[in-house]
């Protein structure tokens, strides 16, 4: 303090005789820092430029214009309030002056000083002022750290409650997401079930349909019965996809990924595409070389495919483009619940330029039976298809639309650790026909329908069938007949599965030969059953009269069996 009074500036204004000259000495002599001003201009400046003190004395104020002075005053800032010693002439104090009163009134900090004065007096209420002066200081100096300091807080707080916000924003969307995926479960799980009761009641319609056209066939019967057989059989046909569809959107549909070549599949497919798009559609198909092998079941990729550019075509109208490209990406961590996890991938990006989509239906797309289309023209189930085939393949999908801009769909498939095999390789993969007219066939079905259809297609392929309608029935007949060669059971039936039948019968025969026929079944439930051990599913039943395709399936079966 000692340092800061001796550095301080002390200025005097008294312009009669040699009173500044005076005090200036006094004060000097003090170890004080004081500087005479001339008149109240001088004053003033120096009082700007940063003087802790003014001396004045009384006389020195009259006749002089003090309104700046007193608007300087005013001006201050808050922490600010500049000392003034006026030195009166003796009797001149406040009671009997009112011009000091008026002084006082007008400067706010000042003290008054009778005339004639010790130099002690002089010194010590010059000293008093300057401390109070120091303490301003000191004062206003504390306010600007606890204002730094507030503004620290402040921001550390608005900081912190960014962060707050931000995480209640990512808690919602986090929520949000858990609904959304807890409400497709349970939508999935719903339609796993419808799904496997229409595919009983359309092996069923199938079955007898098919028993109907040979019979009419066999009596040379034609013309428009045969048609409307055909139209049944047709509609029948239809709703056999559409629970396709619905399984593959509940993602419980039995996928058969292997290691696929992508830019072969999508070269194959170019032809259907354009055949299916009409002349009026352009397709642009874009296949990088460098491309990785994907993981994927081949049918269920045309089919995603396929759907991706219906839709296309039905948003673009008559004339715009279709562009197909592939791609490897290298993705991080999912953001909502249809991206793909973090990981490596082979994306298939097919594209429009046709009306596009507004954010509210882009939210809407991947739920089932949601169409924009008119009435008849769609099933809602597409997009919800080829999500439940990306996800159920490990992969997912990517949107982005915009009102008139187009769409852009991209399928995410897991690279594959593998080479992807040819067609050829596939197609020697295929086992040879065989013929096993007379095998005893023991068919399990808890459905009476769909037994008695199933055992007639059976028979008519050469067969001997006995059939049981429930788990504990097929044990007991597996005891007690020998001659039993297989054993076709349904998966999911009442009271005992086709996996804990299966179990059981071959705890008694271990080379017994069973083979799952099935509309619907979890897919962990089936994880340890091989592919070459189920047929899928129980809605193309019919279909095996004509093509053979099961009997393939039976012989390899066999084979496998003996190799075993």
Not at 36 to 53: N, Y
Not at 117 to 124: G, N, R, V
Not at 162 to 176: G, W
Request: aromatic letters at 6%; glycine letters at 10%.
């Amino acid at each position: 303090m000692k340092a800061a009074l001796q550095s301080s500036r002390t200025l005097v204004l008294a312009p009669r005789g040699r009173d500044a000259l005076v005090a200036k000495k006094i004060l000097r002599e003090a170890g004080l820092h004081a500087e005479v001003c001339l008149d109240f201009r001088e004053l003033l400046e120096g009082i700007k430029r940063g003087a802790e003190l003014a001396v004045i004395t009384e006389e020195a104020t009259r006749g002089v214009d003090l309104r700046e002075l007193v608007a300087w005053v005013a001006a201050q800032p808050p922490w600010s309030d500049f000392p003034f010693i006026l030195l009166t002439e003796h009797g001149g104090g406040l009671e009997r002056n009112p011009a000091a009163a008026k002084l006082t009134d007008a400067l706010g900090n000042a003290t008054f000083l009778e005339r004639p004065f010790h130099p002690t007096t002089l010194i010590s209420v010059v000293l008093t002022g300057l401390r109070g002066r120091f303490r301003q200081y000191e004062c206003k100096r504390l306010n600007e750290e606890l204002e730094e300091r507030v503004e620290e807080r402040t921001a550390e707080l608005a900081a912190a409650n960014r962060q707050l916000l931000a995480q209640i924003e990512e808690r919602e969307r986090v929520e949000a997401t858990l609904r959304q995926m807890q409400r497709l479960e349970a939508i999935g799980q719903l339609t796993s079930g419808v799904a496997h009761d229409f595919n009983n009641l359309l092996t069923v319609v199938l079955g007898n349909i098919a028993f109907l056209e040979k019979g009419l066939a066999a009596a040379g019967i034609d013309g428009k019965m045969t048609q409307r057989l055909g139209h049944m059989r047709a509609a029948a046909r239809r709703g056999a996809k559409l629970t396709d569809q619905l399984l593959t959107f509940s993602r419980r549909q039995r996928l058969e990924p292997r290691a696929l070549d992508l830019n072969e599949t999508l070269a194959g497919m170019r032809d259907l595409l354009q055949s299916t798009l009409g002349g009026s559609i352009g397709i642009e198909i874009n296949l990088p070389r460098d491309l990785w092998p994907a993981l994927a079941d081949p049918t269920q990729l045309e089919l995603a495919v396929l759907n991706l550019a219906i839709n296309a075509r039905d948003a673009m109208g008559v004339g715009g483009t279709l562009a197909v490209e592939t791609a490897n990406a290298t993705l991080g961590p999912a953001l909502c619940p249809e991206d793909p996890p973090a990981g490596e991938y082979v994306a298939i990006t097919v594209s429009d330029n046709g009306t596009g989509m507004t954010p509210e239906v882009r939210a809407k797309v991947f739920e089932p039976f949601f169409t924009t289309k008119e009435i008849g023209k769609g099933s809602g189930l597409g997009l919800s298809q080829v999500l439940g085939f990306a996800k159920q393949s490990g992969g997912g999908v990517r949107i982005d639309s915009r009102p008139g801009e187009g769409t852009t769909v991209r399928i995410f498939l897991p690279r594959s650790a593998r080479p992807a095999a040819g067609a050829d390789a596939a197609a020697a993969a295929k086992p040879a026909d065989g013929q096993f007219a007379g095998c005893n066939v023991l068919l399990v079905d808890d459905d009476t329908d769909v037994r008695e259809v199933t055992a007639a297609m059976l028979s008519e392929l050469g067969y001997n069938v006995a059939v049981a309608g429930s788990g504990a029935a097929a044990l007991d007949r597996i005891a007690r007949d020998p001659s039993i060669a297989l054993v076709l059971v349904d998966y999911a039936m009442p009271g005992m599965s086709g996996a804990e039948v299966a179990r059981q019968a071959q705890a008694k025969r271990p080379r017994l030969p069973v083979l799952f026929v099935t509309g619907y079944a979890d897919r962990s439930a089936l994880s340890g059953i091989g592919e070459w051990q189920i047929v899928w599913p129980a809605a193309q039943v019919p279909t095996w009269s004509a093509s053979g395709a099961e009997r393939d399936h039976f012989t390899s079966f066999r084979r496998s069996r003996k190799r075993g």
